[in-house]
């Protein structure tokens, strides 16, 4: 089953086997996305720093995720706002029983897949056309986080094409993603990779750059992927 869910600058897609499970999901994301605006009100200042933040006593679970995974890249805490509420959602439908789901946050993933699944890679005009990453069967969360300086509307200071991050802890992934993105070198692609090095909790990356790609610790089976542009989610 398959639901996509837009609210306000989230537009999520959610894929699971049963109702109760897309229900959860959404709710998680209503929820944590209130609480997040909430917060936001009250410290307007997180929303627009690229830097490090430090933490405060009223903060909610999410703002804690967002700064930790922020904080983890030397970077802003917003720039891990997608993959965060996608993996709450995902821990939502889990909590509910849920052994399969996916939740993108407009290119930002987490997933847990009780059977295998292809995730497919959208890299606009770039020499890669229609890729996609194999994942085997896995019982913990995965994150699979994309930033990208040339598609989309989310701020990079790079011109990667797609900056890919790999990690069980999603808000990481989706920070890293930013930092790997800002970070993009298409003279010296080994030396865009240094800002990872710091995290022992990012299982792998891919950066595509124009004709470049590179990969990064461990990485899931690339293969010929059907990537239908109808089917992304857009941020």
């Known amino acids: 089953m398959k639901e996509n869910l837009h609210l306000k600058q989230s537009n ?48 909610p679970e ?39 789901g996916i939740v993108d946050n407009g290119g930002d993933i987490a997933l847990i897949n009780d059977r295998e699944t292809v995730v497919g890679v959208y890299t606009g005009n770039s020499f890669f056309q229609d890729i996609g990453f194999l994942i085997p069967p896995n019982k913990e969360i995965l994150g699979i986080c994309t930033s990208s300086g040339t598609i989309g509307p989310s701020i990079s200071f790079g011109f990667a094409d797609a900056a890919i991050v790999f990690s069980n802890d999603v808000s990481l992934a989706d920070s890293a993603a930013t930092a790997l993105g800002n970070n993009a070198n298409e003279s010296n692609i080994k030396e865009s990779f240094k800002v990872l090095s710091n995290s022992d909790k990012i299982l792998g990356a891919v950066l595509i750059i124009g004709d470049k790609m590179a990969l990064y610790g461990e990485v899931p089976q690339i293969i010929e992927a059907n990537v239908d542009f109808d089917c992304i989610t857009k941020a």
């Open 12 to 59: 999520v897609t959610i894929i699971a086997d049963k109702k109760t499970y897309l229900e959860a999901a959404k709710a998680s994301v209503k929820n944590h996305r209130e609480l997040l605006e909430t917060y936001i009100k009250k410290n307007p200042f997180f929303e627009i720093t690229l830097d490090p933040y430090l933490p405060t006593d009223d903060s």
């Open 62 to 100: 999410c703002v804690d995720r967002l700064i930790n995974a922020g904080n983890s890249m030397g970077i802003g805490p917003m720039s891990a706002v997608a993959g965060t509420l996608a993996s709450l959602a995902l821990e939502a439908m889990i909590a509910e029983g849920a052994n399969y």
